[in-house]
């Protein structure tokens, strides 16, 4: 018996040490393989996996066991399931539904309600006129959703204060990571409004000017089949979209 929890420990050890440490591309699906089929993700999460290259995501975020994580605007709350399960007990999420989008339907009401059921999530419904996380947190992660804060219904300079926000709650060296769809070079910041869609050099642009730095990026969603033109949900494209990842760092 003592035999057995020795190795299961170890195995426990081992585990924990592949995520904290170093991930790449390539090791992602094997590190990650246990928080994809907790049973806190749904049938219909684990269905998108595939597409949204879930475990390549986590590792270019650097996620980890016993982090804590901030999942900004989580739309269905898919990101901050797989948070919850990979950043585990010991670790925390926050997760933010903003009160705009709360009022806009009741779906994303209902996915906030749900998420914040899970023992290691607290769920937050701050307006985008004034987010708020708390501090010393060691991600802020925001996926296909960063665009909407040009969007023309939602309050002036929602982009600079969600900015500020994330750079005033990371700890020193803490990353940023923005998943957005790609609009074509050097689009307009309107296209939000028509293609839901951003050029990521704004979103670049942006981001340094709260004080960040670039730290990484990542081609794995890019889909060369995407002419960049179409809204996000045409039919032709919706699913499918070619999109861009990117990670900043809190200096320090």
Known sequence: M??????????????TTAIAGPVTAQSAPGAYAAA????VRTEADRARDAARHTAETLAFARVAPGQSVGDMII?????TRVFSAAVGPQGHVTSWQPTEFVAFAAAYAQALTD????????AVDYS???PEWPHGLDLIFTAQNYHDLH????PDGSASRANAAAFAALKPGGYYVVV????????????ANTLHRIDPAAVKAEVEAAGFVLDGESEVLVNP??????????????????????RFRKPG
């Open 225 to 246: 089949d995407d002419p960049l033109t179409a809204s996000v949900f045409d039919p032709s494209i919706r699913g499918h979209t070619s999109q861009f990842m990117l």
């Open 36 to 39: 994809l089929a907790d049973p």
């Open 128 to 130: 985008l006129a004034a």
């Open 180 to 191: 957005d769809h790609f609009a074509v070079a050097g689009a307009d910041l309107n296209v």
């Open 75 to 79: 739309g269905g709350g898919y990101f």
């Open 115 to 122: 998420v914040g059921l899970l023992p290691n999530v607290t």
């Open 151 to 154: 969007l023309s219904q939602v």
């Open 2 to 15: 003592r035999h057995s929890l020795f190795l299961a420990a170890t195995a426990a050890l081992a585990l």
